[in-house]
Protein backbone atom coordinates (compact mmCIF):
# COMPACT_ATOMS: atom_id res chain seq x y z
CA UNK A 1 0.00 0.00 0.00
CA UNK A 2 1.36 3.31 -0.95
CA UNK A 3 1.70 6.67 1.20
CA UNK A 4 -0.59 9.34 1.24
CA UNK A 5 0.97 12.22 -0.81
CA UNK A 6 2.76 15.17 1.43
CA UNK A 7 -0.39 17.66 1.03
CA UNK A 8 -2.72 14.85 2.02
CA UNK A 9 -0.80 14.46 5.68
CA UNK A 10 -0.56 18.07 6.65
CA UNK A 11 -4.07 18.45 5.38
CA UNK A 12 -5.36 15.87 7.17
CA UNK A 13 -8.23 16.31 10.00
CA UNK A 14 -9.04 19.71 10.71
CA UNK A 15 -12.97 18.97 10.38
CA UNK A 16 -15.02 20.63 8.23
CA UNK A 17 -11.68 24.30 7.23
CA UNK A 18 -10.00 20.78 7.06
CA UNK A 19 -12.48 19.57 4.33
CA UNK A 20 -12.61 23.47 2.60
CA UNK A 21 -8.53 23.30 2.60
CA UNK A 22 -8.58 19.92 0.78
CA UNK A 23 -11.56 20.46 -1.86
CA UNK A 24 -10.14 24.06 -2.69
CA UNK A 25 -9.04 24.94 -6.03
CA UNK A 26 -5.40 26.17 -4.97
CA UNK A 27 -3.77 25.71 -8.55
CA UNK A 28 -5.79 29.14 -8.94
CA UNK A 29 -5.05 30.66 -6.62
CA UNK A 30 -1.92 33.42 -5.50
CA UNK A 31 -0.43 31.03 -3.14
CA UNK A 32 -0.14 28.09 -6.02
CA UNK A 33 -0.81 24.36 -5.65
CA UNK A 34 -0.71 23.12 -1.73
CA UNK A 35 1.64 20.07 -2.57
CA UNK A 36 4.01 23.24 -3.31
CA UNK A 37 3.72 25.40 -0.28
CA UNK A 38 6.79 25.90 1.90
CA UNK A 39 7.56 23.83 4.68
CA UNK A 40 6.96 26.32 7.53
CA UNK A 41 3.63 27.45 5.52
CA UNK A 42 2.98 23.34 6.10
CA UNK A 43 3.74 22.89 9.23
CA UNK A 44 1.66 26.00 10.67
CA UNK A 45 -1.39 24.98 8.47
CA UNK A 46 -1.27 21.10 10.23
CA UNK A 47 -0.93 23.02 14.06
CA UNK A 48 -3.40 25.27 12.56
CA UNK A 49 -6.59 22.59 11.74
CA UNK A 50 -5.82 20.44 14.95
CA UNK A 51 -6.07 23.39 17.19
CA UNK A 52 -9.21 23.24 18.69
CA UNK A 53 -8.44 27.17 19.85
CA UNK A 54 -9.19 29.95 17.32
CA UNK A 55 -6.09 29.78 14.95
CA UNK A 56 -5.55 31.57 11.68
CA UNK A 57 -3.03 31.55 9.18
CA UNK A 58 -1.79 35.29 7.24
CA UNK A 59 0.87 34.25 4.42
CA UNK A 60 2.51 35.86 1.58
CA UNK A 61 3.03 39.39 0.68
CA UNK A 62 -0.74 39.86 0.34
CA UNK A 63 -1.24 37.61 3.78
CA UNK A 64 -3.76 35.40 2.21
CA UNK A 65 -5.70 33.81 5.33
CA UNK A 66 -5.75 30.17 6.01
CA UNK A 67 -8.05 29.59 9.35
CA UNK A 68 -9.36 26.25 11.50
CA UNK A 69 -13.13 25.82 12.81
CA UNK A 70 -12.64 27.36 16.01
CA UNK A 71 -11.55 30.54 14.15
CA UNK A 72 -14.34 30.03 12.02
CA UNK A 73 -17.21 32.55 13.53
CA UNK A 74 -14.80 35.39 13.74
CA UNK A 75 -15.56 36.56 10.67
CA UNK A 76 -19.15 35.77 11.39
CA UNK A 77 -21.21 35.90 7.72
CA UNK A 78 -17.77 36.59 6.19
CA UNK A 79 -16.85 32.72 5.96
CA UNK A 80 -16.42 30.94 4.64
CA UNK A 81 -15.65 32.79 1.73
CA UNK A 82 -12.91 34.28 3.35
CA UNK A 83 -10.47 31.10 2.72
CA UNK A 84 -7.52 32.38 0.64
CA UNK A 85 -8.75 36.14 1.03
CA UNK A 86 -6.18 38.53 1.79
CA UNK A 87 -6.47 40.18 5.02
CA UNK A 88 -6.99 43.95 3.74
CA UNK A 89 -9.83 42.34 1.95
CA UNK A 90 -11.28 40.25 4.58
CA UNK A 91 -10.18 43.09 7.49
CA UNK A 92 -11.16 46.31 5.57
CA UNK A 93 -13.82 47.90 8.24
CA UNK A 94 -10.68 46.97 11.27
CA UNK A 95 -7.98 47.74 8.96
CA UNK A 96 -6.85 50.82 10.18
CA UNK A 97 -6.36 49.24 13.80
CA UNK A 98 -4.68 45.62 12.50
CA UNK A 99 -2.77 46.69 9.56
CA UNK A 100 -0.22 48.48 11.16
CA UNK A 101 -0.08 45.39 13.60
CA UNK A 102 0.46 42.97 10.50
CA UNK A 103 2.67 45.27 9.04
CA UNK A 104 4.93 45.26 11.85
CA UNK A 105 5.19 42.02 12.61
CA UNK A 106 5.69 41.25 8.62
CA UNK A 107 8.46 43.72 8.68
CA UNK A 108 9.94 43.24 12.18
CA UNK A 109 9.05 39.30 12.72
CA UNK A 110 8.46 41.26 16.73
CA UNK A 111 5.40 39.61 18.22
CA UNK A 112 2.42 41.40 18.80
CA UNK A 113 0.17 40.55 21.72
CA UNK A 114 -3.01 42.60 22.10
CA UNK A 115 -5.62 42.50 25.60
CA UNK A 116 -8.86 43.81 25.68
CA UNK A 117 -8.65 45.35 21.83
CA UNK A 118 -11.77 46.78 20.54
CA UNK A 119 -12.25 46.38 17.26
CA UNK A 120 -15.48 48.46 15.11
CA UNK A 121 -16.06 45.09 13.87
CA UNK A 122 -19.27 44.75 10.58
CA UNK A 123 -21.32 42.16 11.71
CA UNK A 124 -25.25 42.06 10.13
CA UNK A 125 -24.18 44.16 8.03
CA UNK A 126 -23.67 47.14 10.61
CA UNK A 127 -20.42 48.47 12.50
CA UNK A 128 -20.00 46.53 16.12
CA UNK A 129 -18.30 47.41 18.79
CA UNK A 130 -16.35 44.11 19.56
CA UNK A 131 -13.74 43.32 22.02
CA UNK A 132 -10.20 40.80 21.82
CA UNK A 133 -7.77 39.14 23.28
CA UNK A 134 -5.37 38.01 20.78
CA UNK A 135 -1.73 37.23 19.47
CA UNK A 136 0.37 37.91 16.11
CA UNK A 137 3.78 35.64 15.76
CA UNK A 138 5.98 35.83 13.33
CA UNK A 139 6.38 32.38 10.78
CA UNK A 140 9.95 32.33 9.07
CA UNK A 141 11.42 30.70 6.04
CA UNK A 142 14.21 28.42 6.36
CA UNK A 143 16.41 31.88 5.30
CA UNK A 144 14.99 33.46 8.89
CA UNK A 145 12.70 35.92 6.54
CA UNK A 146 9.12 36.31 7.70
CA UNK A 147 6.57 34.75 5.48
CA UNK A 148 3.35 35.22 7.13
CA UNK A 149 1.60 35.31 10.52
CA UNK A 150 0.40 32.98 12.85
CA UNK A 151 -2.87 34.79 14.81
CA UNK A 152 -4.47 33.37 17.77
CA UNK A 153 -7.10 35.08 20.06
CA UNK A 154 -10.72 34.50 21.43
CA UNK A 155 -13.43 37.71 21.98
CA UNK A 156 -14.34 39.02 25.28
CA UNK A 157 -17.14 41.16 24.15
CA UNK A 158 -19.34 39.64 26.88
CA UNK A 159 -16.30 39.73 29.53
CA UNK A 160 -16.26 43.47 28.97
CA UNK A 161 -19.99 44.33 28.28
CA UNK A 162 -20.79 42.21 31.66
CA UNK A 163 -17.90 44.33 33.72
CA UNK A 164 -19.73 47.61 32.10
CA UNK A 165 -22.91 46.90 33.06
CA UNK A 166 -21.62 45.78 36.96
CA UNK A 167 -20.12 49.43 37.37
CA UNK A 168 -22.80 50.92 36.06
CA UNK A 169 -25.20 49.12 38.28
CA UNK A 170 -22.72 50.22 41.02
CA UNK A 171 -22.58 53.62 40.26
CA UNK A 172 -26.29 53.79 39.91
CA UNK A 173 -27.01 52.21 43.53
CA UNK A 174 -24.29 54.48 44.64
CA UNK A 175 -26.69 57.47 43.42
CA UNK A 176 -29.71 55.44 45.32
CA UNK A 177 -27.61 55.45 48.39
CA UNK A 178 -26.87 59.15 48.13
CA UNK A 179 -30.22 60.59 47.54
CA UNK A 180 -32.16 57.85 50.66
CA UNK A 181 -32.64 60.00 53.76
CA UNK A 182 -31.36 57.74 56.77
CA UNK A 183 -27.61 57.58 56.57
CA UNK A 184 -26.36 54.52 54.81
CA UNK A 185 -23.15 53.31 54.21
CA UNK A 186 -21.11 49.88 53.22
CA UNK A 187 -18.56 48.38 55.21
CA UNK A 188 -16.00 45.48 53.18
CA UNK A 189 -13.74 43.53 54.21
CA UNK A 190 -12.69 42.44 57.90
CA UNK A 191 -10.97 45.37 58.82
CA UNK A 192 -14.28 47.90 57.81
CA UNK A 193 -13.26 49.50 55.57
CA UNK A 194 -15.83 51.92 54.07
CA UNK A 195 -16.57 51.58 50.56
CA UNK A 196 -19.76 53.72 50.17
CA UNK A 197 -21.19 56.58 52.28
CA UNK A 198 -24.34 58.63 51.52
CA UNK A 199 -24.96 62.73 52.17
CA UNK A 200 -26.96 61.33 54.90
CA UNK A 201 -24.03 59.08 56.95
CA UNK A 202 -21.59 61.79 56.41
CA UNK A 203 -23.67 64.70 57.69
CA UNK A 204 -24.08 62.45 61.04
CA UNK A 205 -20.25 61.90 61.33
CA UNK A 206 -19.23 65.30 60.40
CA UNK A 207 -17.00 64.01 57.52
CA UNK A 208 -16.60 63.44 54.16
CA UNK A 209 -13.12 61.82 53.67
CA UNK A 210 -14.05 58.44 54.81
CA UNK A 211 -14.09 56.53 51.66
CA UNK A 212 -11.46 53.57 51.58
CA UNK A 213 -10.49 54.02 55.30
CA UNK A 214 -11.20 51.25 58.28
CA UNK A 215 -13.80 52.18 60.61
CA UNK A 216 -11.45 52.30 63.80
CA UNK A 217 -8.92 54.77 61.19
CA UNK A 218 -11.97 56.85 60.08
CA UNK A 219 -13.45 57.19 62.98
CA UNK A 220 -11.40 56.78 65.93
CA UNK A 221 -13.69 58.49 69.10
CA UNK A 222 -15.54 55.59 68.37
CA UNK A 223 -13.05 52.61 69.53
CA UNK A 224 -13.91 51.75 72.84
CA UNK A 225 -17.51 52.18 72.34
CA UNK A 226 -18.53 48.19 71.46
CA UNK A 227 -19.77 49.37 67.83
CA UNK A 228 -16.25 47.89 66.74
CA UNK A 229 -17.13 44.61 68.72
CA UNK A 230 -20.49 44.21 67.16
CA UNK A 231 -19.21 44.84 63.47
CA UNK A 232 -16.59 42.06 64.49
CA UNK A 233 -19.44 39.67 65.51
CA UNK A 234 -21.66 40.34 62.64
CA UNK A 235 -18.84 40.02 60.20
CA UNK A 236 -17.94 36.65 61.70
CA UNK A 237 -21.28 35.23 62.40
CA UNK A 238 -23.53 36.52 59.42
CA UNK A 239 -26.10 36.87 61.86
CA UNK A 240 -27.63 40.67 61.61
CA UNK A 241 -27.52 43.08 64.50
CA UNK A 242 -30.44 45.97 65.52
CA UNK A 243 -29.45 48.35 67.91
CA UNK A 244 -32.33 50.81 69.46
CA UNK A 245 -31.35 53.36 71.34
CA UNK A 246 -27.65 53.34 71.41
CA UNK A 247 -25.55 56.23 72.32
CA UNK A 248 -22.67 56.96 70.60
CA UNK A 249 -19.80 59.75 71.46
CA UNK A 250 -18.91 61.08 67.45
CA UNK A 251 -16.53 64.37 67.16
CA UNK A 252 -18.22 66.08 64.43
CA UNK A 253 -16.09 68.65 63.63
CA UNK A 254 -12.30 69.02 64.49
CA UNK A 255 -11.22 70.69 67.71
CA UNK A 256 -14.58 70.27 68.93
CA UNK A 257 -15.80 67.66 72.03
CA UNK A 258 -17.06 64.77 71.48
CA UNK A 259 -21.28 64.93 71.13
CA UNK A 260 -23.71 61.81 72.50
CA UNK A 261 -25.87 60.92 69.43
CA UNK A 262 -28.92 58.59 69.85
CA UNK A 263 -28.82 55.77 67.24
CA UNK A 264 -31.01 53.14 66.13
CA UNK A 265 -29.21 51.07 63.41
CA UNK A 266 -29.18 47.50 61.62
CA UNK A 267 -25.80 45.65 60.79
CA UNK A 268 -26.99 43.58 57.66
CA UNK A 269 -24.40 41.15 56.51
CA UNK A 270 -23.11 40.86 53.17
CA UNK A 271 -22.53 37.70 51.06
CA UNK A 272 -20.26 37.38 48.14
CA UNK A 273 -21.63 34.45 45.38
CA UNK A 274 -19.55 32.31 47.26
CA UNK A 275 -22.14 32.53 50.31
CA UNK A 276 -19.16 34.21 52.39
CA UNK A 277 -19.28 37.14 54.66
CA UNK A 278 -17.42 40.17 52.79
CA UNK A 279 -19.22 43.05 53.85
CA UNK A 280 -21.65 45.05 56.27
CA UNK A 281 -24.35 47.06 55.33
CA UNK A 282 -25.19 49.69 57.43
CA UNK A 283 -28.43 51.89 57.88
CA UNK A 284 -29.00 54.26 60.92
CA UNK A 285 -31.95 56.46 62.28
CA UNK A 286 -30.31 59.62 64.40
CA UNK A 287 -33.05 59.51 67.13
CA UNK A 288 -31.43 61.95 69.21
CA UNK A 289 -33.81 64.27 69.27
CA UNK A 290 -36.84 61.95 70.01
CA UNK A 291 -35.11 60.57 72.62
CA UNK A 292 -34.00 64.13 74.42
CA UNK A 293 -37.98 64.27 73.53
CA UNK A 294 -38.58 60.77 75.96
CA UNK A 295 -36.20 62.34 78.66
CA UNK A 296 -38.22 65.77 78.42
CA UNK A 297 -41.67 64.05 78.97
CA UNK A 298 -40.21 62.10 81.73
CA UNK A 299 -39.81 65.30 83.48
CA UNK A 300 -43.16 67.17 82.44
CA UNK A 301 -45.79 64.88 82.66
CA UNK A 302 -48.25 67.70 82.46
CA UNK A 303 -47.28 67.60 78.22
CA UNK A 304 -47.64 64.09 78.51
CA UNK A 305 -51.03 63.30 76.55
CA UNK A 306 -49.30 65.71 73.83
CA UNK A 307 -46.00 63.98 74.35
CA UNK A 308 -47.62 60.44 74.03
CA UNK A 309 -49.17 61.46 70.39
CA UNK A 310 -46.01 63.02 69.16
CA UNK A 311 -44.34 59.75 70.34
CA UNK A 312 -47.17 57.89 68.14
CA UNK A 313 -46.61 59.79 65.24
CA UNK A 314 -43.06 58.83 65.44
CA UNK A 315 -43.03 55.50 65.97
CA UNK A 316 -45.32 55.22 63.08
CA UNK A 317 -42.89 57.21 60.68
CA UNK A 318 -40.42 54.78 62.36
CA UNK A 319 -42.70 51.42 60.98
CA UNK A 320 -42.90 52.96 57.50
CA UNK A 321 -39.14 53.61 57.36
CA UNK A 322 -38.20 50.07 58.37
CA UNK A 323 -41.14 48.92 55.95
CA UNK A 324 -39.32 50.82 53.30
CA UNK A 325 -36.04 49.60 54.84
CA UNK A 326 -37.30 46.01 53.96
CA UNK A 327 -38.36 46.68 50.03
CA UNK A 328 -35.71 48.50 49.73
CA UNK A 329 -33.38 45.42 51.13
CA UNK A 330 -35.49 43.17 49.10
CA UNK A 331 -34.92 44.99 45.94
CA UNK A 332 -31.47 45.49 46.57
CA UNK A 333 -30.66 41.41 47.49
CA UNK A 334 -32.80 40.88 43.80
CA UNK A 335 -30.67 43.16 41.54
CA UNK A 336 -27.44 41.94 43.22
CA UNK A 337 -28.23 37.95 42.58
CA UNK A 338 -28.92 38.97 38.71
CA UNK A 339 -25.51 40.73 38.22
CA UNK A 340 -23.78 37.77 40.29
CA UNK A 341 -25.43 35.38 38.15
CA UNK A 342 -24.24 37.89 34.97
CA UNK A 343 -20.88 38.23 36.10
CA UNK A 344 -20.70 34.01 37.02
CA UNK A 345 -21.82 33.35 32.90
CA UNK A 346 -19.08 35.71 31.96
CA UNK A 347 -16.65 34.31 34.36
CA UNK A 348 -17.54 30.54 33.47
CA UNK A 349 -17.10 31.74 29.04
CA UNK A 350 -13.53 33.32 30.25
CA UNK A 351 -12.72 29.84 32.43
CA UNK A 352 -13.42 27.94 28.61
CA UNK A 353 -11.27 30.46 26.88
CA UNK A 354 -8.57 29.45 28.57
CA UNK A 355 -9.27 25.93 28.20
CA UNK A 356 -9.42 26.25 24.97
CA UNK A 357 -5.74 28.20 25.29
CA UNK A 358 -4.23 25.18 27.57
CA UNK A 359 -5.35 22.46 25.00
CA UNK A 360 -3.61 25.06 22.29
CA UNK A 361 -0.76 24.27 24.28
CA UNK A 362 -0.36 21.04 25.20
CA UNK A 363 0.67 20.31 21.27
CA UNK A 364 2.35 17.27 20.33
CA UNK A 365 4.16 19.08 17.28
CA UNK A 366 6.47 21.75 19.51
CA UNK A 367 8.03 21.94 22.65
CA UNK A 368 6.69 25.14 24.16
CA UNK A 369 6.61 26.34 27.59
CA UNK A 370 6.40 29.78 29.89
CA UNK A 371 9.04 31.61 32.26
CA UNK A 372 8.88 35.19 34.26
CA UNK A 373 11.07 37.41 32.54
CA UNK A 374 14.01 36.62 34.57
CA UNK A 375 14.28 33.47 33.17
CA UNK A 376 12.28 31.35 35.80
CA UNK A 377 10.25 28.36 34.26
CA UNK A 378 6.80 28.44 35.17
CA UNK A 379 5.42 25.98 32.79
CA UNK A 380 5.66 23.31 29.88
CA UNK A 381 4.03 21.42 28.04
CA UNK A 382 4.04 17.42 28.30
CA UNK A 383 6.16 17.47 24.67
CA UNK A 384 8.78 19.47 25.79
CA UNK A 385 8.78 17.58 29.06
CA UNK A 386 8.76 13.71 27.88
CA UNK A 387 11.87 14.78 25.60
CA UNK A 388 14.02 15.23 28.77
CA UNK A 389 11.79 12.44 30.68
CA UNK A 390 11.19 14.72 33.50
CA UNK A 391 7.97 15.83 35.37
CA UNK A 392 6.62 19.14 35.63
CA UNK A 393 7.63 19.59 39.06
CA UNK A 394 11.39 19.03 38.14
CA UNK A 395 11.84 22.08 36.38
CA UNK A 396 9.25 24.44 37.25
CA UNK A 397 10.95 27.24 39.23
CA UNK A 398 14.48 26.73 38.08
CA UNK A 399 16.23 28.70 35.45
CA UNK A 400 15.65 27.86 32.24
CA UNK A 401 19.26 27.98 31.09
CA UNK A 402 19.72 25.06 33.93
CA UNK A 403 17.35 22.55 32.99
CA UNK A 404 18.28 19.40 31.70
CA UNK A 405 16.90 20.62 28.14
CA UNK A 406 20.17 22.06 28.04
CA UNK A 407 22.60 21.10 30.76
CA UNK A 408 24.03 17.65 28.81
CA UNK A 409 25.29 19.96 26.18
CA UNK A 410 28.13 22.09 27.10
CA UNK A 411 28.50 25.65 26.64
CA UNK A 412 24.57 25.52 25.64
CA UNK A 413 23.37 26.85 29.43
CA UNK A 414 25.20 30.06 28.40
CA UNK A 415 23.78 30.28 25.23
CA UNK A 416 20.17 30.17 26.34
CA UNK A 417 21.18 32.47 29.43
CA UNK A 418 22.11 35.12 27.09
CA UNK A 419 18.63 34.22 24.51
CA UNK A 420 17.19 34.76 27.46
CA UNK A 421 18.32 38.05 28.19
CA UNK A 422 17.67 39.58 24.84
CA UNK A 423 13.78 38.33 25.13
CA UNK A 424 13.52 40.06 28.30
CA UNK A 425 14.67 42.83 26.42
CA UNK A 426 11.68 42.71 24.33
CA UNK A 427 13.04 40.76 21.33
CA UNK A 428 12.19 37.98 19.74
CA UNK A 429 15.21 35.32 19.74
CA UNK A 430 15.30 32.42 17.02
CA UNK A 431 17.91 30.66 16.05
CA UNK A 432 18.95 26.77 15.49
CA UNK A 433 20.18 24.51 18.42
CA UNK A 434 21.39 21.04 18.63
CA UNK A 435 21.33 19.34 22.21
CA UNK A 436 21.80 16.08 23.90
CA UNK A 437 18.75 14.55 25.39
CA UNK A 438 17.46 11.83 26.98
CA UNK A 439 15.87 10.39 24.07
CA UNK A 440 19.31 11.26 21.44
CA UNK A 441 20.93 13.94 20.26
CA UNK A 442 18.20 16.25 18.65
CA UNK A 443 18.15 19.29 16.16
CA UNK A 444 15.58 22.31 16.83
CA UNK A 445 14.57 25.35 15.24
CA UNK A 446 14.57 26.79 18.88
CA UNK A 447 13.07 30.31 19.84
CA UNK A 448 12.08 32.81 22.92
CA UNK A 449 9.36 35.02 22.07
CA UNK A 450 8.37 37.82 24.97
CA UNK A 451 5.05 38.35 26.23
CA UNK A 452 4.01 42.50 26.31
CA UNK A 453 1.34 44.17 28.53
CA UNK A 454 -0.65 46.82 27.03
CA UNK A 455 1.78 49.08 28.21
CA UNK A 456 4.80 46.95 25.88
CA UNK A 457 6.43 45.61 29.34
CA UNK A 458 7.67 42.27 28.85
CA UNK A 459 5.52 40.59 31.63
CA UNK A 460 7.21 36.79 30.12
CA UNK A 461 8.41 34.52 27.89
CA UNK A 462 7.54 31.94 25.74
CA UNK A 463 9.93 29.24 24.92
CA UNK A 464 9.52 27.10 21.81
CA UNK A 465 11.32 24.43 19.96
CA UNK A 466 10.81 22.31 16.63
CA UNK A 467 11.99 19.40 16.42
CA UNK A 468 14.07 19.28 12.51
CA UNK A 469 16.00 16.74 13.14
CA UNK A 470 14.89 14.31 10.24
CA UNK A 471 14.08 17.46 8.45
Known amino acids: MSSSPPVARFLEGGGAM?????????????????????????MAVSLCLNSSFPTAIYWGPDLHVLYNDAWSVIPAERHPGALGQPARELWSDIWHVVGPQFEHVMATG??????????????????????????????????????????????ITDVVRARRARQAEIERWRDVFRQAPAPIALLRGPSHVFEI????????????????????????EIVGQGFLELLDQVYRTGEPYLGKGATVKLQRAPGQTAEDRVLDFVYE????????????????TDVTERSRAEAALRLSNWQLGEERARLRATVEAEQRAQTALRRFTDMLEAQVRMRTDELSRALEAQSAAAARMRATFET?????????????????????????QARLEDVVGRPFWDAPWFSA??????????????AAAGRTVQQ??????????RTF???????????????????????????
Open 18 to 42: GERMRQFDWSAHPLGPAANWPAALR
Open 110 to 155: EGVAQYEQMLPMVRGGKPRETWWNYSLTALRNPDNTVGGLFNQGNE
Open 197 to 220: VNDSYIALIGRADVLGKPVKTALP
Open 269 to 284: PMRNPGGEVDGIFVLA
Open 364 to 388: QLLYQGYMDPDGILRDANQASLAGI
Open 409 to 422: TPGLGETVRQAVRQ
Open 432 to 441: PIEVELPIGR
Open 445 to 471: QFSLRPVFDAQRRVIGIVPEGVDVTDR
